[in-house]
């Protein structure tokens, strides 16, 4: 089993800011990418941010020069440190990671999801 773990959500004025964190923890062999995804009331799923085993990173435009995302593989951890908030981002953000499971046959990597956290910023 893999678990992704995330924390560091809450409540902000516009302007503030937060760090998310992930810990990717359990059965693993390798991770690939890793990122950020949020989902807002009434609309689709969206990427953010996304960093991958070689430290490259993808932002949505909404998030560039606003958000960054970094990882530490010591840790199987990634985060994501927003600055600048707007209303627009209040969202339950969800940690995605690309992952290899030590059990898996072939080097088959899978898809997991935290169970998200919520960030809501108040304007």
């Known amino acids: 089993q893999v678990q992704l773990v995330e924390s560091g959500g809450g409540l902000v004025q516009a302007g503030g800011s937060l760090k998310l964190s992930c810990a990717a923890s359990?059965?693993?062999?390798?991770?690939?990418?890793m990122g950020w995804y949020r989902q807002a009331p009434a609309k689709e799923r969206e990427l953010v941010a996304v960093?991958?085993?070689?430290?490259?990173?993808v932002y949505a435009d909404s998030a560039k020069g606003r958000f960054t995302v970094s990882r530490d593989n010591a840790k199987n951890t990634v985060y994501l440190q927003m600055n600048s908030l707007k209303p627009e981002d209040t969202a339950i953000y969800y940690c995605?990671?690309?992952?290899?499971?030590?059990?898996?046959?072939?080097?088959?990597?899978?898809?997991?999801w935290g169970q998200g956290t919520q960030v809501t910023v108040s304007s």
């Open positions: 995605n990671a690309n992952i290899v499971p030590r059990t898996t046959i072939g080097m088959r990597a899978y898809d997991y």
């Open positions: 359990g059965n693993i062999f390798k991770i690939n990418s």
């Open positions: 960093i991958t085993s070689g430290r490259e990173t």
